[in-house]
């Protein structure tokens, strides 16, 4: 017979459930709306890096990576505060840290520089941790710099060899085909995120200006360009991804663009671009900061659980 039952446990789901109503709280006492937001939309994402789950139909709809475009689009007809407790899909991602379907809290703040969010997203963390979440901000590229040795943005393919044969990782297969980006990634997932939040809960942000997504760009005080967007870990664990939000429509235009081309290059799927996303740019969206937190590992973190089975009722791949 086939094993039909949850992978998580009964009182488990109780203080999942408590956790929640947490978050729910939190939100509450600082006034900002909860709202619901389509799981299915017509358009999506054109990030190069997230893979999609897309329905038959003509014309096609797609699961959501995540419910930014419809919480942008409420910003931009004046809700104000808002945030979402929403489940998000992402093709293919399944693992002890990982499901194709996760649940996260994704909130927006009007006229909140990203310094301020982050600051709050230390907040909601230590509310649901039980400690007091007081992050290190360390800059992408210095994370680079202390943890692989390396400058991602003057180093050659000898130099990222040379810092993954220091600390014994194995070069990759097509790896004389990289791109400069392509050995940030490899030695980000493979050197620096192992070691990011290890010892304390560690921002890492200024991602360079090519990894903006959609957030503001800014000059440092380094006089390089980056963006304006945080990611939060603890014990190893990737928590978020936040911005201070772009609003220039036609910026966000030339980036999803540029998206477009890169996955027709590389032969991946091209999704409908959101035209009613960058519609709400062009009415004028106000100034915002907002991030995306996964609860499924925020709540492994708070029950002391070692894999996401563990947190949620059915895996994808044995539901």
């Not at 039980?130 to 710099?145: C, I, M, N, P, S």
């Amino acid at each position: 017979m086939m094993d039909f039952r949850p992978s998580c446990d009964l009182e488990t789901w109780k203080a999942r459930l408590a956790l929640t109503e947490k978050i729910r709280q939190f939100f509450a006492s600082r006034s900002v709306l909860e709202v619901h937001t389509p799981v299915l939309s017509r358009a999506s994402g054109t990030d190069a890096h997230l893979d999609y789950f897309e329905t038959l139909g003509n014309p096609p709809r797609y699961l959501m990576t995540s419910p930014e475009f419809h919480l942008k689009r409420l910003l931009a007809a004046g809700f104000g505060d808002i945030f979402e407790i929403a489940h998000a899909f992402r093709l293919d991602e399944v693992g002890e840290k990982h499901n194709s379907e996760f649940e996260i809290a994704e909130w927006y703040r009007v006229g909140m520089p990203v310094e301020a969010l982050m600051t709050e997203v230390e907040d909601l963390c230590s509310e649901i941790l039980g400690f007091k979440v007081e992050a290190k901000r360390t800059r992408w590229k210095d994370a680079f710099l202390n943890y692989a040795e390396v400058d991602p943005l003057t180093a050659d393919a000898s130099a990222f060899r040379d810092a993954l044969k220091h600390h014994r990782i194995p070069d990759v297969e097509g790896s004389d085909q990289f791109t400069k980006e392509d050995w940030w990634d490899y030695l980000m997932v493979t050197v620096i995120e192992p070691r990011l939040g290890r010892n304390f809960p560690e921002f890492l942000m200024d991602y360079p200006e090519s990894q903006a997504a959609l957030a503001r760009t800014y000059v440092n005080a380094d006089g390089d360009k980056v963006a304006k967007r945080f990611e939060l870990y603890i014990r190893n664990m990737e928590l978020c991804n936040g911005y201070e939000e772009l609003v220039d429509p036609s910026e966000q235009r030339r980036r999803f663009e540029a998206d477009v081309a890169w996955r027709k290059q590389n032969a991946r799927p091209v999704p409908r671009v959101d035209e009613r996303f960058l519609a709400a740019l062009e009415s004028g969206m106000p100034a915002a900061s907002g991030v995306a937190v996964g609860l499924d590992r925020l709540f492994m973190l708070a029950l002391k659980k070692k894999k996401i089975e563990d947190v949620i009722l059915f895996m994808d791949d044995n539901s």
